[in-house]
């Protein structure tokens, strides 16, 4: 079994920050394929950031330069830190693990961006 819980949603005005965090259930130490998509209202889901055992990055272009994402494997936890946030990045963010070619998920955790 493979349980990925995210926290650290919540409601933030434009300009505003928040870190999300993805604790897993698992160690993380070799998992390569790991990271963050989000779900707009009326919108497909869609990659955010990705990271690799090797701490390898890559972020679409809408969050480049805003959030950051990052792993701490002692903690078995993988974070992104969102920054200068839009109402366009309001969403519900998701936590995915790939592992032995299965596809894992969180449940998800809101992020609002509005004034």
């Known amino acids: 079994q493979v349980q990925l819980v995210e926290s650290g949603g919540g409601l933030v005005q434009p300009g505003g920050s928040l870190r999300l965090s993805c604790a897993a259930s698992?160690?993380?130490?070799?998992?390569?394929?790991m990271g963050w998509y989000r779900q707009a209202p009326g919108k497909e889901r869609e990659l955010v950031a990705t990271?690799?055992?090797?701490?390898?990055?890559n972020y679409a272009e809408a969050v480049k330069g805003r959030f950051t994402i990052s792993r701490d494997n002692a903690k078995n936890t993988v974070y992104l830190q969102m920054n200068s946030l839009k109402p366009e990045d309001t969403a519900v963010y998701y936590c995915?693990?790939?592992?032995?070619?299965?596809?894992?998920w969180g449940q998800g955790t809101q992020v609002t961006v509005s004034s």
């Open positions: 698992l160690s993380i130490s070799s998992i390569n394929t």
């Open positions: 995915y693990l790939r592992r032995l070619l299965t596809n894992y």
């Open positions: 990271i690799g055992s090797a701490d390898s990055k």
